[in-house]
């Protein structure tokens, strides 16, 4: 009689288990949401993972590389060569407004005569810490991502940089390709910002477009040039002139307590955009001959890192 009564209750508990074994089987399930940098008004931001974030292959990344890049703020009309202290040139290439041939300032809408203009230069902000993601877009061929991973290697060997792979952190650089030659932000940016890389960059453009990400512009655009280049507009081709203009005071912060460095990855060449090859478009006011350095960074350079960081 005992085992007669237990039985229904048996039945029951077996039923509950059945019950609760479903209910797990077919809860909700949250997807991982794709990680896809995106340019927002704001800045660059990113599409955050749901949950807390996993590791991702840098080479999962996907940048929609179409995607338009913040507006360029109050664009105006300016004579050419202009050197008003708060402003810098551009010119519109794709939409897009690049200063000084590789600076990628925002996007513009507006008609400007011949394409170019100026706009209010922002200050530069600096990476917080010398540990920076980073992702290879998949469309990046696979000789130029050895390209980039060895230029990452290098600055990992000589430099307090480190560019970490990219684990859906705010904030990195991402790596794709374009057609607008070498291009990146000045400084931090904010979110994923893009360094744009058609297939003529090599490791040593590279490390110029990294460099310019970690806040650092042109050498020979130093406020002090004057003292130590002379610069020879006759005998540089006049779309690549502005390239050669004096930018504002807000940009050289990355330049504090450095020497003018004739060697400087940031150099250009004593050749560089001649209207005739072999034709000097600067040359040296001092004793140290304008030579930039054809592989990897200058010692000046290396040791600007070091007091950027404050490893020095």
Known sequence: MKSARAFPLLLILFVIA??????????PFTPMTEVSPVFSPSGLDAVKPAGSPSPVDSKRVQPRAD??????????????????????????????????????????DEVLPGGKGHSEAAPVRFWETPEIPYSIHPEIPEPQRQKIEKAIAYLKQKTPVHLIPYEGQRDAIIFEAGNEHCISVLGKAGGLQPIRLDRDCGTQEVLHEIMHSLGFPHEQSRRDRDQYVEILWPNIEERYRDQYSVLPEIWMEAFRGSRFDT??????????????????????????????????????????????FKTN
């Not at 059945?18 to 809860?27: F, G, H, K, P, T």
């Not at 105006?76 to 202290?85: F, K, L, M, T």
């Not at 005739?276 to 990897?296: E, N």
């Open 18 to 27: 059945i019950l609760v074994a479903i209910l797990v089987a077919v809860r």
């Open 67 to 108: 995607r338009p890049a913040p507006a360029l703020r109050n664009p105006v009309i300016a004579p050419a060569g202009s050197r008003d202290e708060g402003v810098v040139e551009f010119k519109v290439v794709n939409g897009l407004a690049i200063a000084q041939g590789d600076l990628l300032l925002g996007s513009t």
């Open 263 to 308: 060697h400087s990855i940031m150099m250009y060449r004593t050749d560089t955009f001649s209207t005739h090859p072999g034709l000097a478009t600067m040359k040296s006011l001092t004793a140290d001959p304008i030579q930039p350095v054809a592989d990897g960074l200058s010692a000046e350079d290396i040791l600007r890192l070091g007091r950027l």
